[in-house]
């Protein structure tokens, strides 16, 4: 397999500082001008490897679900679905704080753009077809969307009132499996 492209690695790196933006300022404060600070460039870089604001959302989307399949890969001797718990909610050296609060503003922004709200859906529709999977025959399909509504409804939460909600989603999800998983 190749090496990844220079302009492939640009364009992550930009779009990893608009991750970093856009959950530390909300959509509102994710300027094209903001993300280029951010990523050390100039304005017109970011420009250049992003035709518009939408396309830089759209890679967010593919940057941060690579990312979170990355976290979930990283624990191959753990059962697959806390492995995926562990990189979807819990606290500690995988988690990723400014990811999270990433999540909720792509979220936000997929409501007001129809392009996008086709991805994140398609997107979410991958992930509970995953949770599936990883169950290995123990969770439905309804079950498994109950499981990524639990996580993204975490994630919402968690970027509203992070306080409250530290530590207490990742342990709760593992106690939501243990009377979803079928025996």
């Known amino acids: 397999m190749g090496r990844r492209s220079l ?9 990893r500082a608009f991750a970093r933006v856009l959950g ?19 304005p017109g870089l970011v420009h250049h490897y992003f035709a518009n604001k939408q396309e830089l959302y759209e890679v967010l989307l593919d940057e941060l679900r690579a990312e979170f399949h990355r976290r979930v ?42 392009v996008l709200f086709e991805k994140v859906r398609r997107a979410m529709d991958a992930e509970v077809a995953h949770v599936e999977r990883r169950g290995k025959g123990t969770l439905s399909a309804t079950d498994a969307s109950a499981v990524i509504a639990f996580i993204v409804g975490a994630l919402v939460f968690g970027a509203f009132a992070p306080r409250k909600t530290a530590g207490f989603a990742a ?12 025996v």
């Not at 530390?24 to 100039?42: D, F, K, L, N, Q």
């Not at 999270?100 to 007001?112: D, I, K, P």
């Open 7 to 15: 302009r492939t690695q640009r364009r992550g790196q930009v779009a």
């Open 73 to 114: 890969a990283a624990s191959p001797g753990e059962d697959p679905l806390d492995a995926y718990v562990s990189a979807a909610l819990a606290l500690g050296e995988r988690s990723d704080v400014s990811a999270a609060r990433a999540w909720v503003g792509l979220f936000a922004e997929a409501l007001s753009d129809p």
């Open 24 to 42: 530390a300022h909300g959509r509102g404060g994710a300027t094209i001008a903001a993300v280029a600070t951010e990523a050390g460039i100039a």
């Open 171 to 182: 342990p709760s999800l593992r106690r939501m499996l243990t009377g979803l998983r079928r």
